[in-house]
């Protein structure tokens, strides 16, 4: 009682009117000179202050000490710090989790000492360690055979097709219980199914007989150049409950959004081969036409992995993710040389290609001979628009510098394939115009293609169109939606703009703007690769990287200007967000960012 006592007297002695005590001098003086001003003296606890702003400077100063002294201030912290920890714990809490139960025991046979056993030693021992794990063993040899993989390249399965069923199976016992198959069925086949009919019809179009044609891009009917600013202003992230689940459970490589403007639905893949998919918005009563509130909280009471659902349709690194443009279709293409693709109506994991080495009992695959032994695997993907957006053309970058080009209209077959670079080409990009394509990776350079001299009979590699040196290795280099701009993404720490590459001749001198940019996110981190949002907003284009600075921040900038724009900063983002992408919803602003703890952050 006597410290709010004192607590209220102190401030409302305080919060006194504005007027300030002032002393003014003697009433001789002023009558001898009724021109000279008044002269204000501040005092305040006995102190005489020269100003105003002195004294109240002086008050606050009391006040704070009087709180801390009080320890209102270190309760206060102690509370918004166990909020905090409240809200970080229900953040990671939410989606994939692990099954409690147990692996069955399994009795292994006693060890006996061959010494008490009476047994020679074999003179067998270590003669050196030589690091990652290796010894050099000396006194005699050891014989082992190296187990021989089942499937080529260690997949999951010899080519077929994997029900939902089976690829959830392959996740593991660990990430595998009661239910979850189940649960994937329904959310697959019904769910998902409901959600692709309700999606907005594709906005590229095939001219008759089948001809390449140029992309018709998205442009947003609500956000332009002039509201762009506030709407980016008002993504949020902080709501931890709500923003953040864990969708795969290993590093993220790839990330992607379906294409439905009614739902968010965020895919990853992670370094494993496993590919997530989060409903986001499971929770919503009104996410379904025929499901009411209350089914929608009886759902929810139900749901084991709020709205996430794992499965492993591959074995190596899920590189590269991409839904058609109709949302029918999600396509994955992994290091272990595969590409599948999930088909809404067929409810199967199909692998479309593979590649596969010389032995005669692949010939008949259209990947024959084009897998080279361990150094060697699909490294990115890019879907053809030129003949239509329903996922049956597409480039593929590989780790050994070539480029391919896969058709799978007819009968299927390989259209080209090109060596471009003597090293890895990290992302491969086809300008809307299908004429021009950029690829970028480790031999520190952009370049631009003619795709039409591609494949061509004679065999010899063609000549760049344009080229631009980076002087480190690049991440990623990506036309905008309009094919006005490339920007590539550096390791010398820096995101490049290019204007009009597509149309230059020879050596690119610099790009139109470099940004300063941190891009060094180390042995642990998946590496930045800045995206574009794949609609224009009045004719600005804005593209999105992760970022390395505290506290953990989403990028965006303008295309044009190249202004940082925005930087999402929230509860729910407690991680680097490596791989990043906007949601291709023309009309509403949503952010995807995946870090490497397998976590996928919504920003909206």
Known sequence: MGVSHQLSNLFSSSQTPTQPKQQQ????????????????????????????????????KRNLEALRSSGLLDAKAAIHSSVMDQKRAAATARGLKRSKEEAPATNLPRRKSSRLAGESASGIYVESELGNGRVSIAGGTIEYEEPEPAFFKNRVNDGSDLSISEAVELTGSKWTKEGTVASAEQFMTRTLSDIVNRTAVTTSRRKPQGSPTSVVNAI??????????????????????????KVTPERIYSVTCHPSPHHIIACAGDKKGHVGIWNVDQYNPYVSANTTAEEGRENAMKSTNDGVHLFKPHSGVVSSMIWNASGTTLLSASYDGSVRAFDASKQVFEEIFATYDDDEQYKNKIGYNLDNGYKSWVQCMELDHRYGSDGKCFFLSTSEGSVMHVDLRSNGKLTFDQTLSEKKINSVSLHPDGNVMATAGLSTIVQLWDVRQMGASDKKAPKPLAWQHSGKSINSAFFSPTGKRIVATTMSNTLDIFEDAHLASGLIKAPKKRIKHDNMTGRWLSTFMARWHPATFSGEEIFIVGSMQQPRTIEVFAGSSCNLMRQIRGDALTAVASRCCFHPNADKLVVVGGNSSGRVTVAR
């Open 220 to 245: 947003s009917t609500t956000i332009t150049s002039n509201n762009l600013q506030s709407h980016l202003d008002a993504l949020s992230l902080d709501d931890a409950e709500t923003c953040v689940a």
């Open 25 to 60: 001098v003697s009433k001789t003086e002023a009558m001898s000179d009724k021109e000279e001003t008044p002269v204000k003296i501040f005092t305040f606890n006995g102190v005489v202050y020269q100003t105003y702003q002195e004294m109240v400077d002086a008050k606050r």
